[in-house]
């Protein structure tokens, strides 16, 4: 069966250093790849997507990598911030690209 | 543009009653989904519309969840005789019709079934 997994566990980082987030997926060739921002009691905020042909989409603070070999998407903030603090899902779309299927989310906390 | 609106924010019902939740859409938004939320998860597709049509409806939909969108503007999500097991985040977001474009999501109704 389809799976998106990404790390259950919190990550907790000092402010001013890069967090990497993981985003592997497993029985899915998805045309496009997405990462949201959920802060608690909210709906999800889109960040970036990106396309399967492409490697790598920047963002301001923000990196995103797709790789289709490997089947993992990384996603990275740079000089991160305490206000960085919240839970970053990834999601995969279809090639019709009308339903976004989310991965389980990674709660990341920024420490000053 | 006011971004995606969801009434009520809280809603707390007693087992076996119905409920009904309403989401508007960012006006010229055709495409809008529902999802469910539990705690820790991410959220879970339950159905899409383009415009008033009811295009895809997850298999783990049961037959008391129903979802309408009558004038392909505002939409309700209606679960009939409520089990504790639906107490979650009910999502609802609103896209552009075009291939991937992102979903701005509302901030969701909170049930709570005792």
């Known amino acids: 069966s389809q799976k998106i997994e990404q790390n259950s566990e919190a990550l907790n980082i000092q402010e001013g250093k890069t967090a990497t987030l993981t985003c592997n997926y497993t029985n899915y060739s998805p045309a496009y790849l997405q990462w949201y921002r959920q802060d608690p009691g909210r709906g999800p905020v889109f960040l970036l997507l990106i396309r399967e042909n492409e490697k790598e989409k920047r963002k301001e603070r923000l990196k995103v990598t797709f790789d289709t070999t490997l089947k993992q998407s990384l996603f990275h903030i740079t000089a991160s911030q305490p206000a960085d603090s919240a839970t970053y899902l990834c999601a995969l779309s279809n090639n019709a690209g009308n339903m976004l299927t989310f991965g389980g989310g990674t709660r990341l906390m920024v420490k000053p | 543009d006011t971004g995606v609106s969801q009434n009520p924010r809280h809603k707390i019902t007693k087992r076996g009653q119905n409920v009904t939740f309403r989401c508007d859409p960012i006006?010229?938004?055709?495409?809008l989904y529902w999802y469910r939320q539990t705690l820790g998860q991410g959220p879970e597709f339950l159905t899409y519309f383009q415009n008033e049509a009811q295009l895809e409806k997850s298999r783990l939909l049961s037959d008391r969840f129903s979802a309408e969108r009558p004038k392909g503007s505002f939409s309700t999500l209606e679960i009939q005789r409520t089990e504790q097991g639906d107490s979650a985040m009910y999502l609802c977001a609103s896209s552009l019709d075009s291939l991937n474009s992102p979903l701005h999501f509302g901030n969701g109704t909170r049930l709570t079934v005792t």
């Open positions: 006006s010229e938004h055709n495409r």
